[in-house]
C-alpha cells in the first residue's frame, strides 16, 4: 500500500463543504479554518502504532507542493486513561489547510490510486423530513444528583479539588436521522469549534485538548461555564459574573495547572495566559486559558500528548485517579467516548485533538442517539445548578439533532 497526493485543482471536491464530502459515512474533523474528511477504509490500525504504521508507507507526490503530505488516521478514544483505541487510515483523505488550495491523500494499491479518487462522491443536501421523537434519561436524576453531592462532599472533605460529574439522555426518533443534515446544522450554527464524525459519533466540541505541529504544541483547556441568551448585554453581564466566580475559577485553575505540568517535561518553553478569558459558542460561554509551547527534541507525537493529558480535569477531575474512581462508582453510567478524545495524527506524529464533548452518539440504524453533559463540582457547588449547567450544555446536540 502506498500514499499519494495529489491536487484537486477545477475537481468539485476543491469547493464543496466539507460536510458534504462526508455525508452519512465518511469521517470528518475540522476547526474553524482547517479540516479533513476520510472517505473508505484503506486500514485500521491502533492509536499507539499510527505514527509508526503511518510511518512504513511509501509516499508519491504527484502535486507542486514540495513534498508529499503524510498519509493520516482519524479517529477517538473513550474517557478513560489508556483506554484502547482504534483509528482509521481512509483510502482518500480530502485535506483543507485553511489555504484556499486542498490536496487529497489517496492510500492503496499502486494500481488502484486513480479509481479509488474517482470514486469519491459529493452528497447531495438532504432532503427535509418529518419526524417524531422521544428524549428521556437512561438513569433516575436523583442518581445524577447524589453523584454531585458525593463529589462536593469529597471536595469538602480534601480528598479531591474537583470532579466532573455527567449524566446522558437518550433521544429515539421515529425515523433514522440523518447524520449529514445533523453535521450541516453543526456547521451553521457552530462554526468556531471542532466538529467531528467518526463512526456514527458526532459533535461539536469547543475545546481543543492538543495540537502538535512540528516543533509548536498547543492545547486549550476549558472549565467553568454559564449560558447564553441571545442578547449581548445580558451575555456580558453574565461573561463577567463568570470571570468573578471563585467556584468556577478554582475549577478552570485546576485545568489549566494540569496541562501545564503535564505537558512541561516535554518542552524547552511553554507559555500560557495569566487570565482566563471568554470562550464564547452559541449556547454557553466558558473560561479558557491556552497554553503554547515548544518541544524538546526528539519531540513527542500528538498520540504521546494526548495520553499524558486525557482525561483532563476539565472532564474528569484533579487528582485524577480518586475523581475517575468516584466517577466510575456514582455516576451510574458507563461515558465510553464522552470525555475522550477526537481527532487526527499523521506519520510526521503531527496532529489534532479535541476533547469529545457536545456529542452525540448512534446507533446503527440512527434511530437512536445518546447524549451526555456534565460539569465541574468544586466545595460551593448546588446539585441543582449543576443540573441547570448540564441542560443547557446538552441544547448544542439536541437543537442540532430535533429541528424540524
Known sequence: MISVTKELFDSPLASAALVDIAGDRGLLFRSASTGRVGLGIAKTVDIDQAVSELGSMERHNESSLDAPLPPLALGCVDFLPQAPGRLTIPEVTIVDDGSGKRCAIVCGEPSRIDDILAAVEISQAPRPVVNSFQVD???DISTYLD???????AVRAGELHKAVIARPVMVRAEHPMSIHAILRRLDATFGSTY?????GFIGASPELLVSVEGATVRS???AGTTRTTGNDAIDAELAAEL???KKNQIEHQAAIE????SLLPFCSYLDWTPEPSIIKVANVQHLGSLAEG??????PTAVELLRELQPTPAVGGHPRNEAINLIVNS??????????????VNAEGDGEWAVSLRCAEFSEDRREARLVAGGGIVADSDPESELAETQAKLQAMLGAIIRP
Open 137 to 139: 434519561s437512561p438513569i
Open 331 to 344: 455516576e451510574g453510567f458507563t461515558r465510553g467516548r464522552y470525555g475522550g478524545a477526537v481527532g487526527w
Open 258 to 261: 494540569m496541562v501545564r505540568d
Open 147 to 153: 453523584a454531585v453531592r458525593a463529589a462536593r462532599d
Open 294 to 299: 515548544h518541544l524538546s527534541e526528539p519531540h
Open 220 to 222: 486549550h483547556p476549558l
Open 243 to 245: 470571570l468573578a466566580s
Open 195 to 199: 466538529r467531528f464524525s467518526i463512526g
